[in-house]
């Protein structure tokens, strides 16, 4: 946010009736300011970022795996000279060879192409869009959302795009993903028989950060992103500030059996729909992530957010902490 967006908010918020509890002040503009007030909305309220997580970069992997494997590569065009993170092995080198497979670690994209890695990391504006027939032009390098260009024999392909202004998406070139530092270090696949409610257990007792925090870390859990762990907390009924360390035995059980329970109700949706499909998808299938100002679809509350620098979460009071609406820090911290 701005200084000037700041300043706005600010005023905004002073023009409250004094009696107007402060948490009321800084949380009235999800639900409706009082009559007169105008002007003052959180940062991030207006656009929700479909950001592709676990389901969707599974289903994203299976639809691409069905379509390039035993199929040569044609073209390789970089249109992003910053998204490429490595320079041995080339990306030219690429061309010529079989692609054997496309595989998921965590949120990454890892392609075989006959024993050379290609492995793309979409961020949160990145995705990928398929053709049957994919473009005869080079795309040109420059300030749009083009990243790469891949064709395959017969035609097809696919374009790596990005949208928004932070620009991280990353793509890699080498013989082995486990080059990569954060594909290294990659923690547990919640989606495998490894996670269980005792390896849970583990990771949460020796961690003082709170719930939300260690599950988006993604050297813990591989693959969970701001959305799903927003909807894996609502369904837990836990507060996503609650310290992981704290929970009880009963607690956690009820977190591991929500987490893995939105997270294979997701990639059941996803599958077998089309590249194109996956990111509207999602939206749909959210209790509360994206939903801000709306009820909740369990106890009819109105779900609330709390907004940080280039995102926010999403939370019911009723469900998730005993009725108290959390404070947004960054709002708080400007009304002291």
């Given at each position: 946010?701005?200084?000037?967006?700041?300043?706005?908010?600010?005023?905004?918020?002073?023009?409250?009736?004094?009696?107007?509890?402060?948490?009321?002040?800084?949380?009235a503009?999800?639900?409706?300011?009082?009559?007169?007030?105008?002007?003052?909305?959180?940062?991030?309220?207006?656009?929700?970022?479909?950001?592709?997580e676990?389901?969707?970069?599974?289903?994203?992997?299976a639809?691409?795996?069905?379509?390039?494997?035993g199929?040569?590569?044609?073209?390789?065009?970089?249109?992003?000279?910053?998204?490429?993170k490595?320079v041995?092995?080339?990306?030219?080198?690429l061309?010529?060879?079989?692609?054997?497979?496309?595989?998921?670690?965590?949120?990454?994209?890892?392609?075989d192409?006959?024993?050379?890695?290609?492995?793309?990391?979409?961020?949160?504006?990145?995705?990928?869009?398929w053709?049957?027939?994919?473009?005869?032009?080079?795309?040109?390098?420059?300030?749009g959302?083009?990243?790469?260009?891949?064709?395959?024999?017969?035609?097809?392909?696919?374009?790596?795009?990005?949208?928004?202004?932070?620009?991280?998406?990353a793509?890699?070139v080498?013989?082995?993903?486990?080059r990569?530092?954060n594909?290294?270090?990659?923690?547990?696949d919640?989606?495998?028989?490894?996670?269980?409610v005792?390896?849970?257990?583990?990771?949460?007792?020796?961690n003082?950060?709170?719930l939300?925090?260690?599950l988006?870390?993604?050297?813990?859990i591989?693959?969970?992103?701001?959305?799903?762990?927003?909807?894996?907390?609502?369904?837990?009924?836990?507060?996503?500030?609650?310290?992981s360390?704290?929970?009880t035995?009963?607690?956690?059980?009820?977190l591991?059996?929500?987490l893995?329970?939105?997270?294979?109700d997701?990639?059941?949706?996803?599958?077998?729909l089309?590249?194109?499909?996956?990111?509207g998808?999602?939206?749909?299938?959210?209790?509360?992530?994206?939903?801000?100002?709306?009820?909740?679809?369990?106890?009819?509350?109105?779900?609330?957010?709390?907004?940080?620098?280039?995102?926010s979460?999403?939370?019911?009071p009723?469900?998730?902490?005993?009725?108290?609406?959390?404070?947004?820090r960054?709002l708080?911290?400007?009304?002291?």
């Amino acid at each position: 946010m701005g200084r000037v967006g700041a300043v706005q908010i600010l005023r905004a918020a002073r023009r409250w009736p004094r009696g107007w509890p402060r948490w009321r002040r800084l949380l009235a503009p999800v639900a409706g300011p009082p009559a007169g007030i105008v002007g003052a909305s959180l940062p991030g309220e207006a656009t929700i970022a479909i950001v592709p997580e676990l389901p969707e970069v599974h289903a994203l992997t299976a639809f691409l795996n069905e379509r390039i494997a035993g199929r040569q590569v044609e073209r390789c065009e970089l249109a992003s000279f910053s998204a490429l993170k490595t320079v041995d092995p080339p990306l030219q080198s690429l061309v010529g060879r079989v692609a054997t497979s496309c595989q998921r670690r965590g949120k990454y994209l890892c392609f075989d192409i006959d024993g050379v890695w290609m492995v793309i990391h979409l961020s949160r504006g990145g995705w990928v869009k398929w053709y049957d027939q994919l473009p005869a032009t080079r795309p040109r390098p420059g300030k749009g959302p083009m990243q790469l260009r891949m064709g395959f024999d017969g035609g097809g392909g696919f374009d790596v795009t990005e949208m928004g202004k932070e620009k991280r998406l990353a793509i890699w070139v080498v013989d082995d993903p486990n080059r990569i530092e954060n594909v290294a270090t990659l923690g547990v696949d919640p989606l495998t028989p490894q996670f269980t409610v005792d390896a849970l257990a583990g990771l949460l007792s020796g961690n003082g950060a709170t719930l939300k925090t260690v599950l988006t870390s993604q050297s813990l859990i591989a693959g969970v992103g701001n959305a799903y762990s927003d909807e894996a907390l609502h369904a837990a009924r836990l507060s996503p500030y609650k310290k992981s360390s704290n929970l009880t035995s009963e607690e956690v059980s009820r977190l591991h059996a929500a987490l893995v329970e939105v997270l294979a109700d997701a990639l059941q949706r996803a599958q077998g729909l089309g590249a194109s499909e996956l990111k509207g998808d999602k939206k749909q299938g959210m209790a509360v992530h994206g939903r801000t100002g709306e009820a909740c679809p369990t106890c009819g509350d109105t779900i609330r957010q709390v907004s940080f620098a280039t995102k926010s979460m999403q939370y019911c009071p009723t469900c998730q902490t005993a009725g108290k609406p959390l404070a947004d820090r960054r709002l708080s911290k400007l009304l002291k």
